[in-house]
């Protein structure tokens, strides 16, 4: 049953928006690394991008797709439910980086309407750098259809919790993380740098950028598991679950469930003390 009289547009769907063209210089790379306290040298030195980085030139494409198909009324009620980077090549300085991107597909739901936006963004010779897939949740609203494709699963298996995790590893965001963040991701949301518009939302005060968090959890799995080369990272998906305060501790474990001719993944989740923070993370790696 849909909420009201509003429905998503149909004719959005698979509507390729405008390109966005980004420039990647080694500084915004090298401030992008110390913005999440990235430790990895080829990060901190700008020489490879950390690899959640990929979501800035695509930044601005990110919201396009939703305004083809979701009223503008219901603008408000949207919220970033999951993301899956799937990794051609690393971004390095010197790329020209084209995005664009458009909704694949929405399905209604008793408590809202989770919609899937498929982004891709190519080199300057048009070969694709990476693809990511995001899913948002429109809160409250139920568009009473299920139309187009999802994004693809990556649930984590609740029996792996009963096996000892292959990495764990503690993390602190900083209390002025979020503020750093903005600057070197360009996100300007009010929820991560103004109080009052944090608690006018619901939220007990300024949250950290999800994308903030998933950056500290993709670096500490590739310090952790001893990566040497990032380019070896070809997925990384998670579900945000809870937002993270400016100040807390977040521990992430990995499960390793999968292994073949040098490839392997991990299973991993993130949590603020018993409360999960990111769930259903999957990070894959190359031979």
Not at 85 to 111: C, Q, S, Y
Not at 130 to 159: I, M
Not at 209 to 225: D, K, Q, R
Request: negative net charge; charged residues 25%.
């Amino acid at each position: 049953m849909t909420s009201a009289t509003l429905q998503f547009e149909e004719a959005g769907l698979d509507k390729w928006t405008e390109e966005v063209v980004f420039e990647v210089t080694r500084e915004r790379l090298m401030q992008y690394a110390a913005a999440t306290n990235d430790p990895v040298q080829v990060h901190r030195d700008g020489d490879v991008a950390s690899p959640v980085f990929a979501i800035v030139p695509v930044f601005h494409a990110l919201l396009a797709p939703a305004l083809e198909v979701v009223p503008v009324s219901l603008f408000g009620k949207i919220l970033h439910g999951e993301q899956d980077f799937r990794f051609h090549r690393p971004i390095v300085p010197g790329d020209v980086l084209t995005a664009r991107g458009k909704m694949t597909g929405w399905e209604g739901l008793e408590n809202g309407t989770r919609a899937c936006v498929l982004l891709e963004c190519r080199d300057a010779a048009g070969e694709l750098v990476n693809e990511q897939f995001v899913t948002f949740f429109v809160r409250g609203f139920d568009d009473g259809r299920k139309l187009g494709e999802l994004s693809p699963a990556h649930k984590l298996d609740p029996s792996l919790r009963e096996s000892a995790p292959a990495l764990e590893f503690t993390q602190r965001i900083d209390e002025d993380q979020t503020f750093r963040y903005s600057e070197a991701s360009g996100d300007p949301m009010p929820i991560h740098l103004d109080e009052d518009a944090a608690e006018a939302a619901g939220l007990p005060g300024i949250i950290a950028h999800g994308f903030c968090v998933l950056a500290f959890t993709s670096w500490g799995i590739l310090e952790g598991l001893g990566v040497e080369d990032p380019a070896r990272l070809k997925r990384l998906a998670a579900r945000f679950a809870r937002p993270v305060l400016p100040g807390q501790e977040i521990e992430t474990r990995a499960w390793a469930i999968g292994s073949e001719s040098g490839s392997s993944s991990f299973a991993f989740e993130t949590a603020v003390g018993d409360t999960l923070v990111i769930r259903d993370g999957l990070a894959e790696f190359s031979a």
